[in-house]
């Protein structure tokens, strides 16, 4: 690993693994992390995490700090990383934690400086990343300085709790010092704000880290505070209105314990957590900790509505958190204001942010900081963040060639706080299905069937599979399907069938190209009756649109069409080609999005009028009736207070309707008015619309009738032409000027005009 | 001067017009001085003479249209203007021109022409593409799109 000297000094200068010596708490900030196991508990260890503070060794001069960033973000390239060591509590082994890799895409974590002038108290409080992948440990402190309250996120994974096989639980304790308020017994004396969040892993076969696939039964979000739940009798619901607000009067609250608590199934080789079922929080009063007290702290949803505590022996006490939703802002704003960047949406198999690019993901979150460089709790995310320098991924402050001088020159003419955080995350891919009626109704139920996840870290496990649904589209029409089929999945969720087995299709590529073939266009009449305004040929393309054919173009010719659906845009381009040139192209609408978001009825009646009024057969009475049904058809299906996936399946049905009105249409004849060509008319509604269009592709070709003989046209009239010739070589009526006579003599100028005159009017020739 | 006289069964825009013969090298005296293009005769009445509405003058070579009208002093009157193209009819077979519509032609023009009469009525002719990737009505087809 390359050191940037300049901000962390060179690596003897940094602080060094010290084993057996459990840093001086008066000397330093620290919290402690407990990690036990349960059910392995030879193996229940408990750690010091500690700071760079420890023995007055700092990994660097305070003076050379970067005061102007409040928030440094740590990644693999940070040396800070490699500042922070675990202290067995009772002896044993050292680690020394590195960021690894894959641990990259962890969206943590901190290190905070204060503004030294404003909060002078935490300037020598670093709180460092720990991090261990061999020892699976992960766990990090911020300091949110907005309200002056530790903040401990930690992360955990599961060590030697087999997942696979047991139904497990594991516990963290995580105690809480405040030197500041408290530096005496170094203790909160006051309601803290304690953050959990916890992320567990599996290490396989492999080992290899595999997320599990739920949720922790007591990861519980939002922001709680501290209770006592010894004062309250067992088995008893509480509304939590009475419990939200802490007394100021409790002490010594020095130790908070979560216990995983949840029931594992097996699932597609991992395991997971119960769907549905009621999370659980569970604190034990027999651990033989120095840290337990006699205070027994239930750590409770500030959104729980009702909490209920169950004594099921007599050393454990379960608590039940039932919750009412929270606000996802609000849960947003609080991760906003401990200043890093943060993602309701964690698909963390997708790393490949380009540092140095703006980040633009919706998913993707950048804290605000105001002009003393705090967290204000506001966020941008997506195309808000374009404007954002410090928006950008990484930055020169990231390289390990950071000149500090140099990157103060340029936040000197920088309008915002840089905040800076190594790509911790990743641009997502996509997958299209390709998927039929019955398979959407699966991928419905799948997302019916699971709770609403509406927060944060919950999502960050990807277990609301609506979180992942980016688009649906909706082809009237079968599409190419090749390759194999895979299993439909949803972020975490495998969709099954009716059956119970997994639902596969296949998967579109980003576009297909579909030739229709050639037509050879030939006259019928030939002559000029095959050509415009008396003949017309009008291309027709279900789903599309129509297009005319030039018959001057391609009378004689040979037609090709083809049609490239475009998957990302959902557009067709058909590229209309001439004896396999390509002779004109169109761009259109084809795939009807039945997104997310819900539609009204009057987007459907608007768009079916506006393609009506550009298909050629509009003049046809019949379809102002059939506008009229299709509008009734949607407004009487769909339930708008519904899912989208609903409006989907209200629309489907819909579409039946539809294909009965559109015999009406279908036997409609043209009535093109033969004085003028028809236009070119593309749909633009999309299939959606068109769906009720013939599907067959074609070209349409009329003639007119003739109504006269040709024969006695004729005599009458003959036919137009334009050539020039010796008169004898012609019979019939005839029209001619510019006469050139042959020599002739005594011909009057009279007679010569006559003559003229006569031609011009006509003359029958023998 | 000489004069033939003829019927004329041909409208005026033949070029050779289709004539019977009624009488032949009469020798008639025009009215007055008269003009080469527009002269009037003046014949001695005969019954056999009343169907003609064609004259040929041998002294100026030229064929002319004829209107007979019979007097009360037993004579008749043709008052004649020229044909130009029977008269000319040779010279205009051998001219050259720009001909502009000819019944010798047919349909094998591909000019277009407004004087054709076309009928309101259509008859429509479908010709399907050989291949139909958008058959298949009441297939249905979603594509579902999701973050990897």
Redesign the interface.
């Known amino acids: 690993m390359q050191v940037n000297n300049d901000i962390y000094g060179s690596p003897n200068t940094w602080h060094d693994i010290y084993p057996d010596v459990v840093p001086n708490k008066s000397d330093n900030a620290y919290s402690d992390v407990k990690v036990a196991d349960f059910g392995y508990s030879a193996s229940s260890k408990s750690w010091y995490i500690t700071t760079g503070k420890a023995n007055n060794r700092l990994p660097q001069d305070v003076n050379s700090f970067d005061k102007s960033i409040a928030i440094w973000g740590i990644g693999a390239k940070s040396a800070f990383a490699h500042m922070v060591g675990i202290y067995p509590a009772s002896g044993g082994d050292t680690y020394t934690f590195d960021v690894q890799s894959s641990y990259d895409q962890m969206p943590l974590l901190l290190v905070t400086q204060a503004d030294t002038n404003q909060y002078p108290e935490f300037y020598t409080d670093y709180n460092y990343k720990l991090s261990s992948a061999g020892d699976y440990y992960k766990c990090g402190f911020v300091t949110d300085f907005n309200y002056q309250s530790p903040i401990a996120c930690c992360f955990i994974t599961a060590a030697s709790t087999n997942f696979l096989t047991d139904r497990s639980y594991k516990t963290i304790t995580v105690s809480v010092y405040d030197y500041y308020h408290s530096p005496n017994n170094y203790h909160v004396n006051y309601p803290y704000v304690l953050e959990g969040r916890v992320i567990m892993y599996i290490y396989d076969s492999d080992s290899k880290t595999t997320r599990v696939n739920a949720t922790p039964a007591f990861f519980v979000n939002g922001y709680r505070p501290f209770i006592d739940l010894s004062t309250y009798g067992d088995d008893t619901q509480y509304n939590t209105d009475y419990f939200r607000l802490l007394p100021n009067s409790y002490t010594g609250a020095q130790s908070t314990i979560l216990t995983v608590f949840g029931n594992y199934t097996q699932r597609g080789g991992i395991l997971d957590v119960a769907i549905g079922q009621t999370p659980e929080e569970s604190f034990n009063t027999s651990s033989s900790t120095a840290y337990n007290t006699s205070l027994q702290l239930a750590y409770v949803d500030n959104d729980a509505k009702y909490i209920q505590k169950q004594r099921s022996d007599s050393n454990n006490y379960h608590v039940l958190c039932y919750w009412e939703s929270p606000s996802e802002t609000d849960i947003l704003k609080k991760f906003a204001f401990l200043g890093f960047w943060f993602t309701d ?1 964690n ?1 963390a ?2 790393i490949n942010a380009t540092l140095g690019t703006q980040c633009t993901n919706q998913h993707v979150y950048l804290p605000e900081f105001d002009d003393n460089g705090i967290t204000t709790g506001n966020y941008w995310a997506g195309t808000d963040t374009q404007d954002k320098p410090n928006a950008s991924w990484g930055s020169a402050r990231d390289d390990i060639n950071y000149n500090p001088d140099y990157e103060q020159a340029r936040e000197d003419e920088d309008d915002n706080p840089v905040s800076n955080v190594l790509a911790p995350f990743s641009f ?10 019955r ?2 109704q699966d ?1 419905r139920k799948a997302i019916n069937a699971i709770p609403d996840y509406d927060t944060v870290s919950q999502k960050w496990y990807g277990l609301d599979p609506s ?14 399907q090749t390759g194999t089929p895979e299993t ?4 975490q969720t495998v969709v099954t069938d009716t059956n119970g087995a997994e639902l596969t299709a296949y998967k ?1 590529n980003d576009y297909i190209v ?6 050879a ?1 030939q006259p ?8 415009a ?2 003949s017309t040929y009008t291309l027709y ?3 599309i649109g129509t297009y005319n054919i030039d018959a001057a173009i391609f009378l004689n010719h040979v037609l090709s ?1 083809n ?1 490239a659906v475009d ?1 990302n845009t ?1 557009t067709a381009v058909v590229t209309i080609l001439r004896d396999r040139f390509v002779y004109d192209y169109m761009q259109v609408q084809i ?1 009807e999005s ?1 997104n997310l978001s819900a539609k009204d009825v009057g987007t459907y009646y608007n768009a079916i009028a506006t393609a009506q009024s550009n298909l050629t057969y509009t003049k046809a009475s019949a379809v102002l009736n059939t506008i009229a049904n299709v509008a009734k058809g949607f407004s009487s299906t769909v339930d708008m207070s519904g899912s989208p996936l609903d409006l ?1 399946m209200a629309f ?1 049905n819909t ?2 309707t539809l ?1 009965t009105d559109a015999h009406s249409i279908k036997n409609q ?2 009535n ?1 008015d ?1 004085s003028a060509p028809t236009p070119v008319s593309v749909s633009n509604a999309g299939g959606a619309v068109n769906i009720y269009f013939d ?14 003989d ?1 024969a006695l ?3 009458q ?12 070589n ?15 003599d ?3 100028a ?2 010569y005009s ?2 003229t005159s ?2 011009a ?6 | 001067m000489t004069i033939d006289l003829y019927n004329n069964k041909s ?1 005026n ?4 017009k289709d004539i019977v013969q009624i009488k032949k090298d009469i020798v008639a005296k025009p009215y007055d001085a008269v003009s ?2 527009n002269p009037v005769i003046v014949l001695d009445y005969n019954a056999d003479y009343l169907s003609c509405n064609y004259v040929y003058i041998h002294e100026w ?1 030229r064929y002319y249209y004829a209107t007979l009208t019979v007097t009360t002093a037993q004579t008749i009157v043709l008052t004649c203007s ?1 044909d ?2 029977m ?2 009819k ?24 407004a ?34």
């Open positions: 949406n698909t198999d997708n997502e891919s996509t997958t299209k299905y390709i998927l039929t009626l398979g959407i991928v979180d992942f649904v980016i688009s649906l589209y909706y082809y009237p029409f079968a599409l190419p439909v999945t949803i972020g579109a579909m030739s229709l073939g050639d037509i266009i019928y009449y030939n002559d000029f009756r095959d050509y305004p008396y393309l279900p789903y069409v049609v998957f959902h795939g039945l989907t489907t579409a039946s294909l004849k043209f093109i033969n599907d067959i592709a074609r070209l349409i070709v009329t003639h007119p009738y003739k109504v006269i040709d046209f004729a005599q009239f003959g036919f137009a032409c334009l050539e020039v010739g010796a008169l004898l012609y019979s019939g009526f005839t029209t001619a000027t510019n006469i050139q006579f042959a020599p002739a005594g011909i009057t009279a007679e006559a003559i006569a031609f009017k006509g003359v029958i020739l023998p | 409208q825009n033949v070029l050779s080469m293009l070579g020229v130009v193209l008269s000319f040779d010279t205009i077979l051998n001219s050259t021109a720009c001909i502009t519509r000819s019944a010798s032609k047919n349909h094998g023009t591909m000019i277009p022409d004087t054709y009469p076309m009928s309101n009525n259509r008859f429509i002719k479908n010709i399907n593409f050989p291949q139909q990737p958008f058959k298949d009505k009441g297939v249905t087809t979603f594509i579902l799109e999701v973050r990897n």
